[in-house]
């Protein structure tokens, strides 16, 4: 369950350009692929094309288009073989499978798009979803016509690979492995849509059937069956059994079947004039749960029943129904959700469920009158819990919004746990309480000053009897996973609450150290650092002080701290490193990962807890790591790790990290640019004398002793980027650091840490001595610096320059320029009102302008408009939906009337970032060519001078079109053309 008070996840937070996906390349192909079995296509490796030596040259945006990346990467189980999908920026993929202990070495094509990379169990087959290729997908797009996934399918023995077109889903038969399913698309390749909503008068539309082929293959025979209409599949954990619904045409065969994968007996369990939906098997895969839908005429929608299945001795399975007009404790009015998975227990003693109003049809059905005729409304009140545009935003949630219920099976009992105010319900795996929240007596002022509460309840499973355990909780965390306590957090303590009594146990008391996030300095009270977790046994856990690891008896016995070194050495084991995806707990009899950061040195690595207690620090570097996978059944590590100039590449390693091999070579994409040289750590002196840093980034090709133009970009603290590589690829926000540091510029990114009731006084007290000290070493240029900054830090840079003349030139995007009526404004994306953002999230204000005036006017921009004399170029779009439309307009108004230098660009359409690709790709060479006009004395364009008036802007943007794309390649005149073919064929060939 998440905290009932986190810091407000409704920040002007836009992810930084300079923190987009990684750049990579791919690993050559070496295999061709051998000739398929009948009825599935074969798929060739993609040749290498060897490019021409060439003199580096800086990257251009052009360029940026064919950029490789690694979007993900996977390892078989038993730690042979390890594969990853690299990616084109704007293009194509390749999925490259490799062994970890041999010289085996695949490469595939898999299309533009994203998708599952996965290997049997038995690590003798990978699966990977492939797309249509890009310049198949723009066609199909051009035709309207629907762009299809497949699925790929590799024998790791032979380096065979087998393609199955319009495949929706695939998946392997779990720990079992030697089966594979993969649902096929429908057959229009649509999306079953939504029933539309009932109309008086007219004859409800029914839903469209939602089932497909599902081929179940046999990997181990290549033998293949068709099953049709399927909707829904899962294999049980085991991998013994399939489960599957049909939803087929009017109906006619709909049904819950299993089919035995070892006989390929199949048994149906339930069938009828119905519709079933959300199967899912418990853990151990001796059961599984289902919803069934039957039409009613009296109601408007379905009214559902919950099923249960359960594993018997000779492979049946017993059923059970919840069906609510048998259940005497049931409320008339209402059914089981549609909408809500149903659970079993881990004892099988019950099943969980949602349950929500059964709307009847009404018995007169009146005519709807025309539109024009109909009055629109949106009525504010204020007393409403949220305002009408965040109800908008959230009304398919809220139509979804059901109460918890279970049935117990044994006592044939219907309990409800949840109403329309204890929305919030987080089921145990185990025991008989459940842990509730009910924050509807505090979500009107927690719409306003974004603080939230909840009362805490323990629910009884076996009759929904409540008891209150916390009245206005700000942090409620998880129970544990045997169900006897859970987690909360109070006035800087952290308490193990029991569920049956109550009782509360302090567990950090007596200690001589906090567990107070000192480094959150928003306007919220002793937030917490955020704990780890429970441990799989539910006796204990694990805690940080921000530092240190602690592991906390449940029953407030002694705290035993894990490891002495964090705090000493400076270095923060922050979060653990999650090597199980289907774990339950942190399992403390296995070795446990921790990510190690060293605050001031900004080295990177790894720390391995035994379960002996004992802790080494492993693979601490220079560098930054952002993967650490585990094979499941082998001590194999897959990781990435880079520096400010050096790629993501892949390793593989032994459990200690310290044996790393290096598996692919991404900087050779790199060979014909000239990139960055390296960063340099600076320290400064900031907002209230605290200590901080910054990142240096150095031009390509940099000399010690020259100063160079420079562009600081700011955020909040950035200086944990130093040892991450940017690559260099177009985003939203227009600003990229390898693109600059590639065109000779150094980039330089401070920290900055603020003091409530100033943001932006106190970004000044930070940025400026973080620049002078910047200027300190020689790298930087003095009169050649510019600002830039986006979202939170476009209103910081909105606010620098109207302080301080020592950039020649700023950029700010989607900035805040006045703090007093953006206040009040509504944030669009999210619906809510911006005020809770202002006192308890990034604007770090301690109330409402009215109570704090000349706070709120001494750090808006638009009042001190006068004092500009850096030129300025803005973004702000008309769509913004974070930072409102007018603030921009507010702005250059304000700065044209007063006679300054400033030019706002706005794409119309767009929200916070920029989305369509050739409007990043135009801000991008605008924000470029308006710093090198300032920062390097290169001519200006026409329209950083002049402008461009309205009708000619279309005629502009066509001509400016060339600046960013690459020309397209000429084809032959005729398609026939065979010695054009041939041609084209032999030089693509060539070394």
Same mark, same amino acid.
């Given at each position: 369950?998440?905290?009932?008070?986190?810091?407000?996840?409704?920040?002007?937070?836009?992810?930084?350009?300079?923190?987009?996906?990684q750049?990579?390349?791919?690993?050559?192909?070496?295999?061709?692929?051998?000739?398929?079995?009948?009825?599935?296509?074969?798929?060739?490796?993609k040749?290498?094309?060897?490019?021409?030596?060439?003199?580096?040259?800086?990257?251009?945006?052009? *360029?940026?288009?064919?950029?490789?990346?690694?979007?993900?990467?996977?390892i078989?189980?038993?730690?042979?073989?390890?594969?990853?999908?690299?990616?084109?920026?704007?293009?194509?993929?390749?999925?490259?499978?490799?062994?970890?202990?041999?010289?085996?070495?695949y490469?595939?094509?898999?299309?533009?798009?994203?998708?599952?990379?996965?290997?049997?169990? *038995?690590?003798?087959?990978?699966?990977f979803?492939?797309?249509?290729?890009?310049?198949?997908?723009?066609?199909?797009?051009?035709?309207?016509?629907?762009?299809?996934?497949?699925?790929?399918?590799?024998?790791?023995?032979?380096?065979?690979?087998?393609?199955?077109?319009?495949?929706?889903k695939?998946?392997?038969?779990?720990?079992r492995?030697?089966?594979?399913?993969?649902?096929?698309?429908?057959?229009?390749?649509?999306?079953?849509?939504?029933?539309?909503?009932?109309?008086?008068?007219?004859?409800?539309?029914?839903?469209?059937?939602?089932?497909?082929?599902?081929?179940?293959?046999?990997?181990?025979?290549?033998?293949s069956?068709?099953?049709?209409?399927?909707?829904?599949?899962?294999?049980?954990?085991?991998?013994?059994?399939?489960?599957?619904?049909?939803?087929?045409?009017?109906?006619?065969?709909?049904?819950?079947?299993?089919?035995?994968?070892?006989?390929?007996?199949?048994?149906?369990?339930?069938?009828?004039?119905?519709?079933?939906?959300?199967?899912?098997?418990?853990?151990?895969?001796?059961?599984f749960?289902?919803?069934?839908?039957?039409?009613?005429?009296?109601?408007?929608?379905?009214?559902?029943?919950?099923?249960g299945?359960?594993?018997?001795?000779?492979?049946?399975?017993?059923?059970?129904?919840?069906?609510?007009?048998?259940?005497?404790?049931?409320?008339?009015?209402?059914?089981?959700?549609?909408?809500?998975?149903?659970?079993?227990?881990?004892?099988?003693?019950?099943?969980?469920?949602?349950?929500?109003?059964?709307?009847?049809?009404?018995?007169?059905?009146?005519?709807?009158?025309?539109?024009?005729?109909?009055?629109?409304?949106?009525?504010?009140?204020?007393?409403?819990?949220?305002?009408?545009?965040?109800?908008?935003?959230?009304?398919?949630?809220?139509?979804?919004?059901?109460?918890?219920?279970?049935?117990?099976?044994?006592?044939?009992?219907?309990?409800?746990?949840?109403?329309?105010?204890?929305?919030?319900v987080?089921?145990?795996?185990?025991?008989?309480?459940?842990?509730?929240?009910?924050?509807?007596?505090?979500?009107r002022?927690?719409?306003?000053?974004?603080?939230?509460f909840?009362?805490?309840?323990?629910?009884?499973?076996?009759?929904?009897?409540?008891?209150?355990?916390?009245?206005?909780?700000?942090?409620?965390?998880?129970?544990?996973?045997?169900?006897?306590?859970?987690?909360?957090?109070?006035?800087?303590?952290?308490?193990?609450?029991?569920?049956?009594?109550?009782?509360?146990?302090?567990?950090?008391?007596?200690?001589?150290?906090?567990?107070?996030?000192?480094?959150?300095?928003?306007?919220?009270?002793?937030?917490?650092?955020?704990?780890?977790?429970?441990?799989?046994?539910?006796?204990?856990v694990?805690?940080?002080?921000?530092?240190?690891?602690?592991?906390?008896?449940?029953?407030?016995g002694?705290?035993?701290?894990?490891t002495?070194?964090?705090?000493?050495?400076?270095?923060?084991?922050?979060?653990?490193m999650?090597?199980?995806?289907?774990?339950?707990?942190?399992?403390l009899?296995?070795?446990q990962?921790?990510?190690?950061?060293?605050?001031?040195?900004?080295?990177?690595?790894?720390?391995?807890?035994?379960?002996?207690?004992?802790a080494?620090?492993?693979?601490?570097?220079?560098?930054?790591?952002?993967?650490?996978?585990?094979?499941?059944?082998?001590?194999?590590?897959?990781?990435?790790?880079?520096?400010?100039?050096?790629?993501?590449?892949?390793?593989?390693?032994?459990?200690?990290?310290?044996?790393?091999?290096?598996?692919?070579?991404?900087?050779?994409?790199?060979?014909?640019?000239?990139?960055?040289?390296?960063?340099?750590?600076?320290?400064?002196?900031?907002?209230?004398?605290?200590?901080?840093?910054?990142?240096?980034?150095?031009?390509?090709?940099?000399?010690?002793?020259?100063?160079?133009?420079?562009?600081?970009?700011?955020?909040?603290?950035?200086?944990?980027?130093?040892?991450?590589?940017?690559?260099?690829?177009?985003?939203?926000?227009?600003?990229?650091?390898?693109?600059?540091?590639?065109?000779?510029?150094?980039?330089?990114?401070?920290?900055?840490?603020?003091?409530?009731?100033?943001?932006?006084?106190?970004?000044?007290?930070?940025?400026?001595?973080?620049?002078?000290?910047?200027?300190?070493?020689?790298?930087?240029?003095?009169?050649?610096?510019?600002?830039?900054?986006?979202?939170?830090?476009?209103?910081?840079?909105?606010?620098?320059?109207?302080?301080?003349?020592?950039?020649?030139?700023?950029?700010?995007?989607?900035?805040?320029?006045?703090?007093?009526?953006?206040?009040s404004?509504?944030?669009?994306?999210?619906?809510?009102?911006n005020?809770?953002?202002?006192?308890?999230?990034?604007?770090?204000?301690?109330?409402?302008?009215?109570?704090?005036?000349?706070?709120?006017?001494?750090?808006?921009?638009?009042?001190?408009?006068?004092?500009?004399?850096?030129?300025?170029?803005?973004?702000?779009?008309?769509?913004?939906?974070?930072?409102?439309?007018?603030?921009?307009?507010?702005?250059?108004?304000?700065?044209?009337?007063?006679?300054?230098?400033?030019?706002?660009?706005?794409?119309?359409?767009?929200?916070?970032?920029?989305?369509?690709?050739?409007?990043?790709?135009?801000?991008?060479?605008?924000m470029?060519e308006?710093?090198?006009?300032?920062?390097?004395?290169?001519?200006?364009?026409?329209?950083?001078?002049?402008?461009?008036?309205?009708l000619?802007?279309e005629?502009?943007?066509?001509?400016?079109?060339?600046?960013?794309?690459?020309?397209?390649?000429?084809?032959?005149?005729?398609?026939?053309?065979?010695?054009?073919a041939d041609a084209?064929?032999?030089?693509?060939?060539?070394?």
């Amino acid at each position: 369950m998440r905290p009932a008070f986190p810091l407000l996840s409704l920040s002007l937070l836009l992810a930084s350009s300079d923190l987009l996906a990684q750049a990579s390349t791919p690993v050559n192909a070496t295999k061709e692929i051998s000739t398929p079995s009948a009825g599935e296509k074969k798929v060739d490796a993609k040749p290498e094309v060897k490019a021409q030596p060439s003199v580096p040259r800086a990257v251009e945006i052009a *360029d940026m288009a064919a950029w490789k990346g690694i979007s993900a990467a996977a390892i078989s189980a038993n730690g042979q073989w390890g594969a990853w999908r690299i990616s084109e920026s704007e293009g194509d993929a390749n999925v490259v499978v490799k062994s970890l202990n041999g010289k085996e070495e695949y490469s595939f094509p898999a299309g533009q798009g994203a998708g599952s990379l996965e290997f049997s169990d *038995d690590g003798l087959w990978l699966a990977f979803t492939a797309h249509m290729n890009k310049k198949e997908q723009d066609a199909a797009k051009k035709a309207k016509k629907p762009v299809q996934t497949k699925v790929t399918l590799v024998d790791l023995k032979t380096g065979k690979a087998t393609t199955v077109d319009k495949v929706r889903k695939f998946a392997f038969a779990n720990q079992r492995g030697g089966w594979i399913a993969m649902h096929k698309a429908m057959a229009d390749s649509a999306a079953p849509a939504a029933p539309a909503p009932a109309v008086p008068g007219v004859p409800p539309v029914p839903a469209k059937p939602k089932g497909s082929d599902l081929l179940l293959k046999n990997l181990k025979t290549g033998v293949s069956l068709n099953l049709g209409n399927v909707s829904e599949f899962e294999f049980d954990h085991q991998g013994r059994f399939l489960a599957y619904l049909v939803d087929a045409t009017d109906k006619a065969g709909n049904a819950v079947v299993v089919q035995t994968l070892d006989s390929g007996a199949s048994q149906v369990l339930d069938e009828g004039d119905a519709v079933y939906e959300k199967l899912l098997w418990n853990d151990k895969g001796n059961g599984f749960t289902v919803l069934k839908g039957i039409e009613d005429k009296a109601y408007q929608d379905k009214l559902w029943n919950a099923l249960g299945f359960r594993l018997e001795s000779n492979n049946g399975f017993a059923k059970t129904i919840v069906d609510p007009s048998k259940l005497k404790d049931f409320p008339a009015d209402m059914t089981v959700s549609g909408d809500a998975q149903p659970r079993w227990s881990k004892d099988f003693a019950w099943i969980s469920f949602g349950i929500k109003e059964a709307k009847k049809k009404p018995k007169e059905e009146k005519k709807e009158p025309e539109a024009d005729e109909k009055v629109n409304l949106v009525l504010w009140h204020h007393q409403d819990r949220r305002l009408p545009t965040q109800q908008k935003v959230q009304q398919d949630m809220d139509k979804k919004r059901s109460a918890a219920a279970l049935y117990r099976v044994a006592e044939d009992k219907f309990v409800r746990l949840g109403d329309e105010k204890l929305t919030s319900v987080s089921m145990p795996l185990a025991g008989d309480w459940a842990l509730a929240q009910d924050d509807s007596e505090y979500q009107r002022q927690a719409s306003m000053d974004g603080r939230r509460f909840s009362d805490v309840y323990a629910v009884n499973l076996k009759n929904g009897e409540r008891r209150l355990l916390n009245k206005q909780a700000s942090w409620t965390f998880s129970l544990a996973y045997d169900g006897r306590h859970y987690l909360h957090y109070e006035d800087g303590h952290f308490f193990s609450i029991e569920m049956a009594t109550g009782k509360r146990h302090n567990l950090t008391a007596g200690l001589n150290v906090s567990f107070v996030n000192l480094e959150d300095d928003h306007n919220v009270v002793k937030p917490p650092v955020q704990p780890f977790g429970w441990s799989a046994d539910s006796r204990f856990v694990l805690l940080s002080d921000g530092w240190d690891i602690w592991k906390m008896p449940a029953d407030g016995g002694k705290a035993v701290q894990l490891t002495s070194d964090g705090q000493r050495d400076q270095v923060r084991y922050q979060r653990r490193m999650v090597l199980d995806q289907d774990e339950k707990g942190i399992d403390l009899s296995k070795p446990q990962y921790f990510s190690a950061y060293g605050e001031w040195t900004k080295k990177a690595g790894f720390l391995r807890l035994e379960p002996s207690g004992n802790a080494k620090r492993l693979a601490f570097d220079d560098v930054s790591y952002r993967r650490l996978l585990k094979a499941e059944k082998a001590d194999v590590f897959l990781l990435s790790k880079e520096s400010a100039i050096a790629p993501p590449d892949l390793y593989v390693s032994g459990e200690q990290l310290s044996d790393a091999r290096k598996l692919t070579d991404l900087v050779n994409q790199e060979k014909n640019y000239t990139m960055g040289s390296g960063a340099m750590l600076v320290n400064y002196i900031g907002t209230d004398g605290k200590k901080l840093q910054g990142a240096l980034f150095l031009p390509t090709n940099y000399q010690a002793g020259k100063a160079y133009p420079t562009i600081v970009y700011i955020y909040e603290k950035l200086s944990q980027g130093l040892n991450s590589y940017t690559p260099p690829v177009v985003g939203g926000g227009g600003f990229n650091r390898s693109y600059y540091t590639s065109h000779g510029y150094a980039v330089f990114n401070p920290d900055i840490t603020y003091r409530l009731n100033d943001p932006g006084v106190s970004a000044k007290e930070s940025v400026l001595p973080a620049l002078q000290a910047a200027i300190a070493t020689g790298v930087v240029d003095a009169k050649r610096v510019g600002l830039q900054g986006h979202s939170w830090g476009g209103y910081q840079t909105a606010f620098l320059v109207t302080q301080t003349d020592v950039f020649k030139a700023a950029s700010a995007g989607a900035a805040l320029t006045n703090m007093i009526s953006m206040y009040s404004l509504v944030y669009k994306n999210s619906g809510s009102t911006n005020q809770a953002i202002f006192e308890s999230s990034q604007g770090r204000f301690l109330g409402a302008y009215n109570d704090h005036w000349e706070a709120y006017v001494r750090n808006s921009p638009v009042f001190f408009a006068k004092n500009v004399k850096t030129p300025l170029l803005m973004l702000q779009n008309d769509v913004d939906g974070a930072v409102d439309y007018t603030q921009g307009v507010e702005y250059f108004n304000t700065l044209r009337r007063a006679g300054k230098d400033v030019i706002m660009l706005e794409y119309p359409g767009e929200n916070h970032g920029l989305v369509k690709k050739p409007n990043q790709k135009d801000y991008m060479q605008r924000m470029k060519e308006f710093f090198d006009f300032h920062l390097k004395d290169k001519a200006a364009p026409e329209w950083l001078n002049k402008g461009v008036a309205w009708l000619k802007m279309e005629e502009h943007l066509k001509e400016r079109a060339s600046l960013v794309n690459l020309p397209e390649a000429k084809l032959p005149a005729k398609a026939d053309d065979k010695k054009a073919a041939d041609a084209t064929a032999v030089e693509t060939k060539k070394p």
